[in-house]
């Protein structure tokens, strides 16, 4: 299926396709790339069927490789720059038998000694002549879970999108479903990809600003960030249109003060899960963090609070892990807590893993969250749970002060504040300054584990 893609990239042949430091390239140039590697593969005797890890990045010979993969209906783990004990974990996980790392004009094979016998769900696949795509989540509670993707049914649900001229820039991960979705959609489009040369926030506010980008899909925390490190002032960013935010909630406060900062700029809240993937959702307007789920391919119910999801592009099922997340006839839960609203739309709240329980009591971290970010004076925060021998847990806040302040507010004054909009059981007990709040690679909030 993705050959239809490739046909695509060649009648796009003048519009412009990538632009990055190394240089500027046309769909026709991504198409030949695509037709050079696949040759290569060939000689390197990959085949139909194998199973193949791709390290790499965004990058012409990445992007090539990825897509020749597919083309060649290889099952594809791709792999983005990790530790390399990451990397052989992901290599045995997935039980690979070629391994490709594209980058710098080259593309590197080698071939695997793999003597385990193929997965039940990649024998499927190679019966069926179908290709594969390998995401691993991203192991913060344990070993990360293989996830296996038909990856034609996945390429499918792109093939009605329109012709756009918008620049994207490519900020989400290579190796995960929010980057790819991107990566996906923005070629099937036949628009522009943009590639900084790092997701500093001043280097990715240098290259929206030096390119022109009109669309920017990230996640709360980075957009947290270039309002902390004023990147944003420091480059014209007028030519945003679109600012596409997800893969945690966003605190209220916080997209305010974003749209002040970029007031020309719709704001979209996007949802999806490397099970399911990228589910299409309406915003209520530019200012609201409620959606509305209308994706023709995608149904969903609501259990106890938590949103269930049920998709023609999930998942076939993980390598090593138990479907327990899965019902019997297909619904997904994806430990999202939502509120249902009027008209059909839904509020994100939280992480079920991620509530506290104040003896008996529910918080979610992200309403604390916002009620601290109302305060001028406060740059970023965190809030989590910590042990307590009385309620179980109580609410504890990690806080970064901005700098350009004169005074900084004590414990008490920032308790005091949220004692205004809170109820008690759900205002801070302990508060921590911190220099930076620590973050994933993938630009979440890394929330601290309940002490024992």
């Not at 099937?188 to 240098?206: E, W, Y």
């Not at 604390?368 to 504890?396: H, K, P, R």
């Not at 806040?397 to 308790?415: F, Q």
């Not at 949220?418 to 994933?440: A, G, N, Q």
């Amino acid at each position: 299926m993705s050959d239809f893609l490739i046909e695509r990239f060649a009648k796009y042949a003048d519009r412009t396709a990538l632009i990055s430091s190394e240089g500027t390239y046309s769909y026709a140039a991504l198409h030949q790339r695509i037709l050079e590697v696949k040759r290569l593969l060939t000689e390197k005797r990959i085949q139909a069927g194998d199973t193949v890890t791709l390290e790499a990045d965004y990058s012409l010979d990445g992007i090539a490789t990825l897509w020749a993969l597919f083309s060649m209906k290889c099952i594809v783990a791709p792999i983005s720059e990790m530790p390399p004990e990451a990397i052989e974990m992901r290599i045995r996980e997935s039980n690979a038998n070629q391994r490709l790392q594209a980058g710098d004009a080259t593309v590197q094979c080698q071939n695997l000694d793999s003597k385990s016998e193929p997965h039940a769900y990649i024998q499927k696949l190679v019966k069926q002549q179908a290709a594969g795509l390998i995401l691993f989540s991203s192991g913060s509670t344990g070993k990360p879970k293989a996830m296996v993707h038909d990856a034609d049914t996945l390429l499918k649900s792109f093939a009605a999108k329109r012709v756009r001229n918008h620049r994207i820039l490519l900020f989400l991960l290579f190796d995960h479903i929010g980057g790819l979705n991107t990566l996906f959609n923005g070629l099937a489009s036949g628009a522009c990809l943009v590639i900084p040369d790092s997701k500093s926030p001043d280097s990715v506010a240098a290259t929206i600003a030096k390119e022109k980008v009109h669309l920017l899909p990230t996640s709360p925390t980075f957009l947290n960030l270039l309002l902390i490190s004023e990147a944003y002032k420091k480059h014209d960013l007028s030519s945003l249109r679109f600012i596409t935010y997800g893969t945690e909630p966003m605190p209220e406060s916080l997209l305010a003060r974003l749209k002040i900062a970029f007031p020309d700029a719709a704001f979209i809240q996007t949802f999806g899960t490397s099970e399911t993937g990228i589910t299409q959702t309406t915003s209520r307007s530019t200012s609201s963090t409620e959606i509305k789920i209308d994706a023709t391919h995608t149904e969903y119910k609501i259990v106890g609070g938590e949103l269930c999801l049920r998709s023609k592009t999930q998942i076939l099922g993980y390598l090593n892990h138990e479907m327990s997340q899965f019902s019997d006839d297909g619904w997904f839960q994806t430990g999202d807590l939502v509120e249902e609203l009027d008209d059909n739309y839904l509020k994100i709240i939280g992480r079920r893993q991620e509530m506290i329980n104040v003896g008996g009591e529910k918080v979610t971290p992200s309403e604390v969250e916002s009620v601290l970010l109302q305060m001028s004076e406060i740059a970023d925060c965190i809030v989590y749970a910590e042990a307590n021998t009385i309620t179980g847990q109580t609410v504890a806040a990690e806080i970064v002060l901005k700098k350009a302040h004169t005074s900084s507010p004590t414990k008490r004054e920032i308790k005091n504040h949220c004692r205004k909009y809170l109820s008690s059981y759900k205002v801070p007990v302990r508060i921590h300054f911190l220099e930076e709040i620590p973050y994933s690679a993938r630009f979440k909030k890394k929330r601290m584990d309940i002490a024992d």
